[in-house]
C-alpha cells in the first residue's frame, strides 16, 4: 500500500477507520494464500502417496513407473494445463517419499470407495489434520527442502524458514552457504542436536557466531586488492544480505562509529544490536592475517561500549573480528578465556559444501564415541 499516495487523496473524517479496514483486508488476504500454500502443499503430499502405492503394484516397478507418470502427466495436462510435467510429478513423488517417514502414512490413507474427488479430498482433511500442522511454508520452498539429503540439517531450515520467513531466494542461499554445517561446526558438539530440533537458538553470545562468514554477495573476488574501507562500503551496499548472513535478530545502528578519551579518537567499523540477546555487537574487518594487536583493539572497544554506552538492563557487549586469517593459538592466548571477543574468517566465495559435511560428520562420529565411552 503506497501510504504518500493515499496522504495526497482527501479521505474525510475517517481516515483512521479507512486504514482498519484496510489492514484488516490485508491481513485476512495473506490469511488466505497461507492456507491455499497449505491446501496446494497437502494435495501435492497425497498424489505423492497415490503415485507410490500404485507405482508398488507394478511387477517391473522402474519401467511401470515411468510409463506411470507419463501417462498421468499427459492426462493430468490435458485437463488442467501447464505444471504437471513429469519433471514435477517427479517431484511430487519425491516429496511424498522424504517427508512421509517422519509424519506416518496411516494419517493419510484413504478409502478406496470414495464416490467423488470432493469426497476424496474431505477425507484428506480429515484423516490429514497433522499433514496441515506439519505443511506451513509454501511448495516452493519444500522443493528447495526435499533435496537436502540430510534430515537433520532439511528440519533445520524447514524451522528457519518459518521462524524467519525466509523467501524461496533467501533460503536458497542459505542452504547453499551451507548455513547450517557452518553453525554445527561453530558449536559445542552436545548443542548440534538443538538446530535440528528447535532451529537456531540465542541463549548466550557465542550462539551468533558461525565459521567462516560467507561474503559471496559483495562481489569482491580474492585475487584482488581490496582495503577495509572497500569492504565496509560494499557491506553496507549489500545491508540486507549481510544481516541475513548475521542471524537471528540484528540491527544495524552505525559504521564508524566514533568514540573519543584522552584526547584520541577510536572507530569501530560496523555496530549492531541483536534484540534477541540485548546487547550491542560491534565488528572490526581486516582484510588481512589477524594480529595480537587487532584483538587488543577489539577488547578496548568492547570495554568501552560495556562501561559508557550499554545500559544497564542490556548484556555485554559482543566483538567480532572479521578477518581473512587467523592464528586460533594467537586469538587463545591473547584474549581473555571469559571474553566475548570471536574471530572468524570470511569467505568470498560459497563454502565446499561437500567438504564442510564431511568435517561435521567426523565432529558428530567423535563425539558419539567420546559420550558412548
Not at 548484556?315 to 586469517?325: A, E, N, V
Not at 570471536?342 to 559435511?357: G, R, T, V
Request: negative net charge.
Amino acid at each position: 500500500m503506497d501510504e504518500n499516495k493515499l496522504s495526497q487523496t482527501p479521505h474525510g473524517g475517517e481516515t483512521d477507520f479507512y486504514k482498519q479496514v484496510a489492514n484488516f483486508l490485508a491481513e485476512s488476504r495473506q490469511y488466505a494464500k497461507r492456507q491455499l500454500d497449505s491446501t496446494i502443499v497437502v494435495a501435492y503430499y497425497e498424489i505423492g502417496r497415490m503415485i507410490v502405492e500404485r507405482e508398488q503394484q507394478g511387477q517391473q516397478r522402474a519401467q511401470y513407473g515411468a510409463k506411470l507418470i507419463k501417462g498421468l502427466s499427459e492426462y493430468l495436462t490435458e485437463c488442467y494445463g501447464r505444471g504437471f510435467s513429469v519433471v514435477n510429478l517427479k517431484n511430487i513423488r519425491k516429496f511424498y517419499q522424504v517427508y512421509s517417514p517422519s509424519i506416518g502414512q496411516s494419517t493419510t490413507a484413504l478409502s478406496e470407495k470414495s464416490e467423488s474427488m470432493i469426497s476424496v479430498f474431505s477425507e484428506i482433511l480429515q484423516k490429514g489434520q497433522s499433514l496441515t500442522a506439519q505443511f506451513k511454508i509454501s511448495w516452493t520452498h519444500y522443493q528447495v527442502l526435499m533435496r537436502i539429503e540430510n534430515e537433520d540439517a532439511r528440519h533445520f531450515y524447514e524451522i528457519e524458514t518459518l521462524n524467519q520467513q525466509w523467501s524461496v531466494k533467501q533460503l536458497q542461499r542459505q542452504v547453499g552457504s551451507s548455513l547450517y554445517e557452518r553453525l554445527a561446526l561453530s558449536r559445542d558438539k552436545d548443542k548440534v542436536m538443538t538446530l535440528a530440533n528447535k532451529g537456531q537458538t540465542m541463549d548466550n553470545p557465542r550462539d551468533i557466531f558461525k565459521t567462516p562468514y560467507v561474503l559471496e554477495f559483495t562481489g569482491l573476488e580474492e585475487r584482488s586488492a581490496y582495503s577495509e574501507s572497500e569492504l565496509e562500503q560494499t557491506l553496507i551496499d549489500n545491508l540486507q544480505k549481510f544481516l541475513l548472513e548475521l542471524g537471528k535478530g540484528f540491527l544495524f545502528e552505525a559504521r564508524q562509529k566514533r568514540f573519543s578519551f584522552d584526547e584520541k579518537s577510536f572507530f569501530v567499523d560496523l555496530v549492531f544490536y541483536n534484540r534477541l540477546l540485548q546487547c550491542y555487537v560491534i565488528i572490526d574487518l581486516k582484510v588481512e592475517e589477524l594480529k595480537h594487536q587487532d584483538l587488543g583493539q577489539m577488547l578496548m572497544y568492547v570495554n568501552y561500549f560495556d562501561r559508557f554506552v550499554r545500559q544497564e538492563f542490556e548484556k555485554p557487549t559482543i566483538g567480532i573480528l572479521l578477518c581473512s586469517q587467523k592464528n586460533d593459538n594467537i586469538v587463545e592466548l591473547t584474549l581473555p578465556k571469559d571474553s566475548n571477543i570471536y574471530a572468524s574468517e570470511y569467505s568470498l566465495y560459497l563454502p565446499d559444501k561437500a567438504l564442510l559435511q564431511r568435517k561435521l560428520a567426523e565432529w558428530v562420529e567423535e563425539f558419539e564415541e567420546e559420550r558412548d565411552s
